[in-house]
């Protein structure tokens, strides 16, 4: 008797709340945007949408909805996530400025969740509670998923082609979507939130300057710029000891290069990373950009070519290979030039112009809180406890001061950390990534892209991966090359 009172009251709840997570099409708005081109681009909008059913912030907790003329039940839907510095977020409306107007224009989907995150709060009992540490951004992300998939069939779109953007914290949000699809380590804390009975998977993962693999950011920081950081800096020994750190790490990752499909080790990853780097500025180069040499740069250097290399005797290739020039004595002469090609980088130069364009982090770069009088930072905020107290994370107090990191946050940590699901076999891992990492920006180091991009390439994923020269900190740029990849995943 007392089960089936159970199994019923189990079953009207489920009801409940499959009624008040149901989608209402009644409530729809028109809305137009003008985009910068002068267009103007026309769409039905939702707004304000509740995705669970336990609100614990009714400020953080919705989603808004628009949907282009002329889309239809197949149109791919792009979620764009405003988490920045790992704070909370509200759902926004589509801004003519970045991918949700070029969405929209394109005839794309778009949906905008908000989130709670690391300053968001609510009054209990008369106290403050802060709803957003980790992993409540993430938890709401995947809710926001969750109720565009239970809700397929009576809204417009194809919630099976949810295609995820992000910047910065935004990209790591992007990134653990896109790796974490699905895996029961967050079913328990998406069911109590009361998010819809649904898969919570996505298609695509679209991550701008990911700052993530937070438990490794310190160590992955100093290693690439240990040797950049001026020399009496008083930070040098923990530099120089969380860069050595960094080695096992990599050996660890297992990683083969995309370029030979080699295997990745402490030995030849430094070349590793210098190859994206000096790929990124040839592509800069062959596109037309003027690249000073001064920033570490090494070139071909083309010899001169021998008279009998001339096509006729007298003239030289007209390929403009090798220009003739005349000497002084009236004597035909090869100058020595520098060719087109990129074939080495100076890495320690190159650093040195990426921290003249904005200074370094300090270090510890993230984990920063009471370490060599360092303050909070956006990630000790996000990892501190419901009463808004910020706290260490990772290894890097172990290393400073034998501290260790209690369980319950380093389960947390892992649960933002996308680099621990990508092998899982539990993780319903998105096919398709799009990744930039601006090739100046120094907010992480650009191996947190690169290992993210080779570990999901070794995988089988379908990745595009580069680091946009003379890129800082930023996303959402470049969108008619994000648009021309979507485009090519959506066939
Ligand atoms: C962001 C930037 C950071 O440098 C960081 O450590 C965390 C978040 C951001 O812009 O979201």
Known sequence: MKRLFLILFAASTLGMMENTLRFDQSKETTQSLTMPSGETVTYKA??????????????????????????????????????????????????????????????????IPGSRGSNSTVKRGGGTIYTG???????????????????????????????????????????????TGNHPLYQPYLQAMGAAPATDDIFAAVCYCPITDLDYADAAYEWLYFNVRSEDDSHDTLSKLLASTYLSRINALNMRSIFTGEPVNPTNYRDYVKQFLINSLQHAQDEGTDLPDSIGIVRFEQRSMPFAAMTDGNRPPVDGRAAPMMGRGGLMQFAPRKSEFIIDLNLDTYLRYVASTQPLKQVPAFDALNILGGEASAENNVFGDDKGNPANFSLTVTHVNGTVIDQATQKRVRLYNPMCFIDDMQSSVAPNWYIRHGARDRDTAFTVSINLATKLSNSGRNVDFALPYNRPHSGDYNLNDLFRWIKSIAE
């Open 133 to 179: 540490r980790a992993p409540a951004a993430l938890l709401d992300l995947k809710a926001a998923v969750r109720y565009l998939k239970f809700n397929d069939q009576l809204m417009p779109g194809d919630a099976n082609r949810i295609i995820s953007d992000g910047t910065s914290a935004g990209g790591a949000m992007s990134a653990l979507l896109g790796a």
């Open 46 to 111: 939702w707004e304000g949408i509740y995705f669970v059913t336990n609100i614990e912030d009714s400020v953080y907790q919705t989603l808004n909805f628009y949907f282009p003329d002329g889309a239809d039940q197949n149109t791919p839907i792009l979620l764009r996530t405003y988490v920045g510095g790992y704070m909370a977020s509200t759902a926004k409306s589509p801004s003519a400025d970045d991918a949700t107007g070029r969405a929209l224009l394109e005839g794309y989907a778009v949906c």
